[in-house]
């Protein structure tokens, strides 16, 4: 029942982005922007872990995900170490994506050929 829990929760994200991207004149770049927004926006108000905790993967594969990770370092970073500490923890708890990101896509421009 978690798979399905899990599909569902991203299939309804997934289907809310398309419905935006169709229906209104925002790029990809904003819609990817505006739900990072959206996750920490979740975070702060105690949603989005609520969210994983019954979707598990579903909530935590989307890039709604991201923002959660950077509210969630940024507060932890604040409480450890004040106003200067945001900055620190929202690196460090989001670190490992954005390394991933960016080695993967590295590797993957090897495979692919980008389109003129």
């Known amino acids: 029942m978690n798979y399905i829990y899990a599909f569902l929760f991203a299939g ?40 994983i905790g019954k979707f598990g993967a579903g909530a935590t594969v989307l890039i709604s995900n991201f923002g959660h990770n950077l509210y969630q370092g940024a507060i932890e970073g604040f409480y450890e170490n004040g106003v200067l500490g945001i900055f620190g923890g929202m690196l460090s708890k989001s670190s490992l994506a954005i390394v991933a990101a960016i080695v993967f896509s590295f590797f993957i421009s090897f495979f692919f050929n980008s389109k003129d």
Do not use: E
Not at 12 to 26: E, G, M, P, R, Y
Not at 33 to 45: C, E, Q, R
């Open 12 to 51: 309804v994200a997934c289907l809310i982005a398309q419905i935006i991207l169709d229906n209104t004149k925002l790029t990809p770049g904003h819609i990817t922007s505006l739900f990072t927004v959206g996750g920490a926006i979740l975070s702060f108000l105690g949603i989005y872990d609520k969210f």
